[in-house]
């Protein structure tokens, strides 16, 4: 028996039933009509696949499992469309129940199902919830068509921006909290923005990260400033997309300021190191600062950690290592303005303020040019 052989014998029923299942047409919407505020989403392809990129907000509600999936799409290729049909069926249906329970809390919601490409999975599924009474439709294109719309609005102009500078552990993300229209940068990465900054957070991928930046972006006004932190091109293992970047560099931007006991003190709190884990996590990223800051140093910085005494590592890594890297990387920059961060409550007043300023002035030459 050859391995094609083999592959049909395993998918041996008729797959009339699943067709006759999925026959006339089903409820659809677009992207744009999915992401209504009024929908919930439930992404029906497999974990590792939500894994690697979803719509921000979905469920994860998988209709298989990794190796199933695997399966399924090797009989597709080696014997064909009908074999793999017949084969997902035989692996959902002693679910098929379970299944069915597990959504019976969203039932009285508007659902929106995708899949990778709006196929049978999620039509399948969309036909079985539409005959046990739930209010469904299925999102056209899958996950495909709302990656492509990702793009595209990464495309559109962006705002106006007031881009907030300053040293490592001067509280940008800190003062980004207490003002309004601002977008962070390092939360929708879930990272910040350090070698150290991936300690306590799970890094978002490009997807998810970009998914994250278009969601947030509708939120906020199209035509006033927005308040972003400054950062380079990556932060952690995500790039911020180009013409984001390039906004970020030809916007209003402001160099805040604070002492070095005072940076010390908040990235002490931010980063609240007490668990084993993140000493052994710190004391990996040390080692490899060996060229950086040479091995005497480094044999120091470790002892510390070893000691508890975060404080010191915290005092020389700004000054020895921080530091200089930042003013180099800051000389030849224009500043609109320049603020005292000692005090967050008073810097956000001020940025508030110079914002308003800003606002009036934009609208003034929009008149002007009328």
Not at 38 to 65: N, Q, W, Y
């Amino acid at each position: 028996m050859t391995n094609n052989d083999s592959l049909s014998a395993q998918a041996k029923p008729s797959s009339k039933r699943i067709e006759d299942f999925l026959k006339g047409g089903l409820p659809a919407l677009s992207v744009e009509e999915a992401l209504a505020e009024d929908m919930l989403l439930l992404d029906v392809r497999t974990a590792e696949e939500f894994a690697k990129g979803s719509i921000p907000g979905a469920r994860s509600f998988p209709l298989f499992d990794d190796l199933e999936r695997a399966e399924i799409g090797t009989i597709y290729k080696r014997v064909g469309r009908d074999a793999a049909v017949v084969k997902g069926l035989e692996f959902f249906e002693p679910r098929l129940q379970q299944f069915l329970l597990s959504l019976s809390a969203i039932k009285s919601q508007q659902l929106v199902v995708y899949c990778a490409r709006g196929g049978m999975r999620s039509a399948a599924v969309v036909r079985l919830l539409e005959e046990n009474g739930f209010r469904v439709s299925q999102m056209q294109g899958g996950y495909k068509y709302y990656r492509q719309y990702v793009l595209q609005q990464l495309e559109n102009p962006t705002p106006p921006l007031i881009v907030l500078h300053g040293q490592t552990g001067v509280g940008k993300t800190l003062l980004l909290q207490k003002l309004p229209d601002h977008l962070d940068l390092e939360g929708l990465a879930q990272h910040r923005s350090s070698l150290f900054g991936a300690i306590h957070k799970t890094p978002r991928t490009q997807k998810d990260f970009e998914a994250l930046l278009v969601q947030k972006l509708s939120e906020l006004p199209e035509d006033l400033f927005l308040f972003v932190e400054g950062e380079s091109r990556k932060v952690g293992q995500v790039f911020i997309p180009q013409i984001f970047a390039n906004a970020m560099k030809s916007g209003k931007l402001v160099l805040l300021s604070a002492t070095l006991e005072t940076r010390i003190s908040r990235i002490v709190e931010e980063y609240n190191i007490c668990d084993e884990q993140s000493i052994q996590q710190i004391d990996s990223i040390l080692q490899t600062l060996k060229v950086a800051l040479g091995k005497v140093k480094v044999e120091q910085l470790r002892l510390w950690l070893k000691r508890g005494e975060i404080e010191n590592i915290v005092h020389m890594l700004l000054v020895d290592y921080y530091d200089p890297r930042y003013q180099h990387a800051m000389s030849g920059y224009d500043f609109a303005l320049k603020l005292s961060a000692e005090d967050l409550n008073q810097t956000a007043d001020a940025l508030i303020t110079f914002r308003n300023q800003m606002i009036e002035n934009h609208c003034q030459q929009s008149v002007n040019n009328v």
